[in-house]
C-alpha cells in the first residue's frame, strides 16, 4: 500500500512558482496575525466564511488552533480542536522532510474509487466532530 520512490529532492519544488510563495507567506502571516490578535484582544477574528456567515463551524475550523497547539507541543489539545487537521499536519511534514532531506517521495497505491470515498468519509466524521464540539 506505501512504498518510497527515489527521486530527485529539488523536483518537490517543481512548478512552484514565486506568487505561488507570496500567496502561501501572506496566508499564512494573515492566519497567525488574525489569531494572535483574536486571543489578545478577545475580538472575534473568525476568518472562516462558513462559520461566519452560517454560524456553523467547517471541516477545518479548529486548524489554526490545533496547528498552533501541535507546534508548542501540546497534543491533546490539538487533536480536540480540529483531529483531521491534527493527524494531516504531522504525517504532511514527514512526507514532505522525507523527501527534501532523504529524496524519498511515499506514494499510496490505494485504487482512486476507494481513496475518494474513504477521503470523503474521514472529512464529514471530522466535521461531525468539529460540530458537535466547537457549538
Given at each position: 500500500m506505501l512504498r518510497l520512490e527515489k527521486v530527485p529532492r529539488a523536483s518537490f519544488f517543481e512548478g512552484w512558482t514565486r506568487g505561488f510563495?507570496?500567496?502561501?507567506?501572506?496566508y499564512v502571516?494573515?492566519?497567525?496575525?488574525?489569531?494572535?490578535?483574536?486571543?489578545?484582544?478577545n475580538l472575534d477574528m473568525t476568518l472562516c466564511a462558513v462559520?461566519?456567515?452560517?454560524?456553523?463551524?467547517?471541516?477545518?475550523?479548529?486548524?489554526?488552533?490545533?496547528?498552533?497547539?501541535l507546534a508548542s507541543g501540546r497534543l491533546s489539545d490539538a487533536f480536540f480542536s480540529n483531529p483531521l487537521v491534527s493527524l494531516a499536519l504531522p504525517i504532511a511534514g514527514l512526507w514532505i522532510?522525507?523527501?527534501?532531506?532523504?529524496?524519498?517521495?511515499?506514494?499510496?497505491?490505494?485504487?482512486?474509487?476507494?481513496?475518494?470515498?474513504?477521503?470523503?468519509?474521514?472529512?464529514?466524521?471530522?466535521?461531525?466532530?468539529?460540530?458537535s464540539t466547537h457549538q
Open positions: 510563495f507570496l500567496g502561501l507567506l501572506v502571516g494573515t492566519v497567525l496575525t488574525a489569531y494572535f490578535i483574536g486571543t489578545r484582544t462559520n461566519r456567515f452560517l454560524g456553523i463551524p467547517c471541516p477545518l475550523c479548529g486548524g489554526t488552533a490545533a496547528s498552533l497547539s522532510l522525507t523527501w527534501i532531506c532523504l529524496g524519498y517521495r511515499a506514494a499510496i497505491s490505494i485504487p482512486k474509487p476507494i481513496l475518494l470515498p474513504l477521503g470523503l468519509l474521514l472529512i464529514v466524521a471530522n466535521w461531525a466532530y468539529v460540530i
